[in-house]
């Protein structure tokens, strides 16, 4: 990318001109002395107390339940985007206008994951498409990726929460297999949670983003790196930067991998 586009994403994520890309060795990230962090997940079907308690609609008993995992990590592309499509597996099924599946190649080396769709992507169809998303492209620029080329977009959920609510355990639990799959289908070389959702769902902790980002976790033996969502650092611009490191992290581990 010429460098007045670099400039021009940079301001726009509002870290021109103090962060510029620089060579690998200056970038800034993990200081040498951290030893990797080692978490390996299964997308967790609980996830932590802090997910807001939501009535738990659905009620299907265990037995019912595997089986349904079983056939969910059998299926290939076609069959799992049309399951997604017509899933009636949670009380979300009710309210959402579309399912928001994924986008991008699905032999991506980069998988990103984020919580759950907003009003636009319910919309669209398509994941990361507001505001939210128009930072992560710009971000993504910034590092020299772009959506669907080498990339790959999903969310834990695939409906959205009703008013963006907070997603529920039973929610997380019913839809955990559809990512669990997808990961499975696109056996990417590196993921970054984005989001305290997409964080424990994937790493099983309550830990804080803050206390999690710049080292290096793994998902079932995946190299998992944690970042803020993109809609926090609408709200919140000092975090930006941080973003940036972790962006800056996560090429620099990619390229090492
Ligand atoms: N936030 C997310 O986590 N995912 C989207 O697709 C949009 C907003």
Redesign the pocket.
């Known amino acids: 990318m010429d460098s007045s586009r670099r400039a021009l994403f940079l301001r726009e994520m509002g870290l021109s001109p103090v962060w510029r890309l620089r060579g690998e060795d200056s970038a800034p990230g993990m200081p040498a002395s951290e030893q990797p962090r080692i978490a390996t997940g299964r997308i967790a079907a609980e996830v932590s107390a802090q997910v807001s308690a939501q009535p738990e609609v659905a009620q299907v008993p265990a037995l019912m339940q595997d089986d349904r995992n079983a056939r969910i990590m059998r299926m290939e592309w076609a069959e799992l985007t049309a399951a997604v499509a017509t899933c009636q597996a949670c009380p979300l099924a009710k309210t959402r206008t579309n399912t928001?599946f994924g986008v991008g190649d699905q032999q991506a080396d980069w998988l990103i994951i984020?919580?759950?769709?907003?009003a636009e992507?319910d919309a669209r169809g398509e994941?990361?498409?507001?505001q939210?998303?128009r930072l992560l492209d710009n971000m993504f620029a910034s590092v020299g990726l772009r959506r669907g080329d080498n990339v790959y977009i999903a969310?834990v959920l695939k409906c959205r929460p009703p008013g963006n609510r907070n997603p529920n355990t039973s929610e997380v639990a019913q839809c955990a297999p559809h990512l669990q799959r997808q990961i499975d289908l696109i056996r990417p070389k590196l993921i970054i949670a984005?989001?305290r959702f997409?964080v424990q769902a994937l790493l099983e902790t309550d830990a804080t983003i803050a206390s999690l980002r710049g080292k290096l976790h793994r998902y079932q033996g995946v190299p998992l790196i944690v970042s803020y969502?993109?809609?926090y650092l609408l709200r919140s611009l000092t975090e930006k930067a941080k973003a940036w490191e972790d962006l800056c992290f996560a090429r620099r581990t990619m390229a090492g991998l």
């Open positions: 928001v984020g919580e759950a769709p907003g992507e994941p990361f498409v507001g939210a998303g969310n984005m989001g997409a969502h993109p809609a």
